[in-house]
């Protein structure tokens, strides 16, 4: 049984940072697609940031390019996001998700293809 486990999240002064975890057990799939994504009260969930995980190759949304960043620990089934210039406007509960087996394309934000998702951390900026 596929299971995701986050952690990381807490509350920071706007302009700081954080790194979110995601491990990932219970699968032997090589390629999957891993991703992120956050909801804030009263709106739609919207995807972060993904990664192909055998490719290394990423996406994200134009909001958080050039401050947030993945990376992944193979030997640890881990994917890392980490969060860096923090703005009020990115406080919302960040889930973890994966497509296993999968691949990422141009529908990774679309959060219905994915099949198995973590049970959220919530991430708050402060002004």
């Known amino acids: 049984q596929v299971q995701l486990v986050e952690s990381g999240g807490g509350s920071v002064q706007a302009g700081g940072s954080l790194r979110l975890s995601c491990t990932v057990s219970?699968?032997?799939?090589?390629?999957?697609?891993m991703a992120w994504f956050r909801q804030a009260p009263g709106k739609e969930r919207e995807g972060v940031a993904a990664m192909r995980t055998a490719s290394g190759t990423t996406y994200d949304t134009n909001s958080v390019k050039d401050r947030f960043t993945l990376s992944l620990d193979n030997a640890t089934n881990t994917i890392y996001m980490q969060m860096n210039s923090l703005k009020p406007e990115d406080t919302a509960l960040y889930y973890c998700a994966a497509r296993i087996p999968g691949v990422c394309s141009s529908s990774w934000e679309d959060s219905g293809r994915f099949d198995y998702w973590g049970q959220g951390t919530q991430v708050t900026v402060a002004s």
């Open positions: 219970g699968y032997s799939y090589s390629s999957n697609c």
